[in-house]
Structures are given as C-alpha cells and as structure tokens.
C-alpha cells in the first residue's frame, strides 16, 4: 500500500508547490527592480503641533519603532495655520520624474479614525496638494475617504508592510498590503513629489489617533 502511494504523494508535493509558486502573492515583492536610496537620519524632518515639544507627540524608540500620536483639539503646525493637527514625518527626499517608491511597516491603534497614515505629497495646489493619501476610517485603510476604494478591511492592532508606487510620468499609483496589489489609482500631477508618514487628522476623527512604523525606505528606479 505504501509503495503505491509514494508516486501520488510526490505528485502532490510537486503540485503544492506549483500552486505556491504561481500564486498571486507567494513571494510578491514590490521592491523587484528598483534600487534602495539611502535615506539617513537628518532626512526625517518631524511635523508636529507648534506649541508642544516632540516627545510629547513623537517617539522613536531603541527599536527603531516611531511611533506618533494626536488629538482632534491639538494646535497645527504653526500658528495661523488652517491646516489640522498632526505628528508625522516628512521624508525629504524629493523628486519630480521616474519611478518611485515608499515601504514601511505601519501599525494603527484601535480606535483611531478620521486620519491620514501615508501620503504622496504635490499636486498642482487647492484644492489639492497632493497626489495621494491613505485614510484610515472605522478599522479600514482607504484612498482619502472614498470608502468605495478600500486598501485593506481590518488595519488596526497589525503590522502590515506598505508598499507605494509612484509612476511620475504614466501618473500612476500603486498600493501594495503585505505584497499583495490592492489599489491602482491615477494621481494629480504636480512638480515635486515627497513622503509622509504618521498620523493627520482629516474629516470626522476620533479624538485621540495613533500610529506606528519601522523599516521606512524608499526605492527608485532613476539614479538619485
């Protein structure tokens, strides 16, 4: 019986691992083909409320973890400012043309709501000045806050890796969650693009928002 068995056996294991190998997600890696840009310390350039120190809306911890927090009440960045409070990070690494891409392993606190995690910043101006965001409402991270595009169902209390793609040139976006491609979004042009990370409050938010990253880099397929 057993010997009868062994060639179906092996055939099975031989067809797991083709279906392993074909699949969708087994092995995804947005990162394929681009080129690390070094991105060192002093490119982390903080935003915060204007009237609080960092480290009262801002840690980075012995492991690399930074993790952000604000409240719906929280003063802008600076005084006079109409924009709404925020502790994240601008990553001043700019560009205007080629292909580039963000990555990092996000981690947003239940309850959270009403936020942007993760932008593209440029756009032309108002009423847009950028060329994509990703919000998180009731649990959901989704493009702004058209809830009809969602980038995953279930983000709080996770560690999720964040792929961004952004194509300058076919003015295109492509989101990545855990590898897998979840949204492909055309963008709004503009001449100079950036990162950005952390928490900022947009419409409709909870009081207090949190959330975390690690491992952030950025990619590029054009010689930087």
């Not at 043309?97 to 239940?110: I, L, N, P, T």
């Amino acid at each position: 019986m057993t010997k009868r068995l062994l060639p179906w056996i092996s055939v099975l294991v031989v067809l797991s691992t083709l279906w392993r190998s074909c699949s969708p997600a087994a092995g995804a890696d947005p990162t394929a083909g681009f080129i690390a840009v070094e991105v060192t310390g002093d490119r982390f350039k903080l935003h915060k409320p204007y009237d609080l120190p960092q480290e009262q809306r801002y840690e980075l911890r012995a492991d690399g973890v930074r993790r952000f927090w604000v409240y719906c009440d929280d003063k802008p960045i600076r005084a006079g400012s109409p924009t709404k409070p925020r502790s994240e990070i601008l990553l001043n690494v700019t560009y205007s043309s080629g292909v580039w891409q963000f990555e990092g392993y996000g981690y947003v606190r239940a309850g959270t709501t009403g936020v942007s995690v993760m932008q593209v910043f440029g756009a032309p101006g108002p009423p847009r000045n950028t060329t994509l965001m990703l919000h998180v409402y009731g649990g959901r991270l989704v493009y702004y806050n058209d809830e009809t595009k969602v980038v995953d169902d279930h983000i709080y209390d996770r560690w999720f890796r964040l792929n961004v793609v952004h194509d300058v040139q076919a003015s295109a976006l492509t989101v990545f969650i855990d590898g897998d491609k979840r949204l492909v979004v055309p963008g709004y042009g503009g001449d100079l693009h950036y990162f950005k990370f952390g928490v900022y409050t947009q419409t409709d938010p909870s009081h207090y928002m949190e959330s975390r990253w690690r491992d952030v880099k950025v990619y590029t397929k054009t010689p930087y």
